[in-house]
């Protein structure tokens, strides 16, 4: 059986990586829920260290105008993963029991990309693994950093 080379390196990352966290991956065809959860055969994962504007949330784009860019992340979130196989390496649970992980679409590390491309930010406070990806996306005024937003957490805190 001959194996291509992309799924021996997708097989390789998920071995170093289960080493690495100590659990096995959890893998098939994701869900976008949010920008920052997906769901994997009825399983709630959110993605570790970043966190996205709520589906709700407003921002200000480039022009001025307001749009719910939670609504445009999760749609580009669910558009990066399309039908592809997803593979999450847990790192644990939350306070709502979701699992925590960082997840990849082949060798894409979605939780960077989405960060990367200004649809969420680094959540600093669970981790410091994004902050390069938040640092390109706000210099090159992408997504959230092309005009103005309230953070993620901040907009949450004003609702409840």
Do not use: H
Not at 98 to 114: D, E, Q, S, Y
Not at 145 to 156: G, K, L, T, V
Request: charged share 25%; with cysteine.
């Amino acid at each position: 059986l001959k194996v291509p080379a992309s799924a021996g390196l997708l097989l390789g990352l998920l071995l170093a990586s289960a080493t690495a966290f100590g659990a096995p991956p959890i893998q098939g065809t994701a869900s976008a829920i949010d920008g920052d959860t997906i769901d994997i055969r009825e399983e709630r994962i959110r993605l570790d260290a970043i966190d996205a504007p709520e589906s709700s949330q407003l921002c200000i784009d480039a022009a001025g105008k307001r749009y719910r860019c939670g609504q445009k992340s999760a749609f580009a979130l669910a558009d990066m993963i399309g039908r592809s196989a997803v593979a999450c390496q847990s790192k644990g649970r939350d306070r709502y029991k979701r699992t925590i992980a960082v997840c990849f679409k082949g060798t894409i590390n979605l939780n960077a990309w989405m960060v990367a491309q200004g649809l969420a930010v680094a959540f600093q406070r669970y981790g410091i693994d994004y902050i390069a990806q938040e640092d390109e996306a706000r210099i090159a005024r992408r997504g959230i950093w092309a005009r103005s937003f309230e953070m993620p957490w901040d907009w949450r805190a004003q609702k409840k």
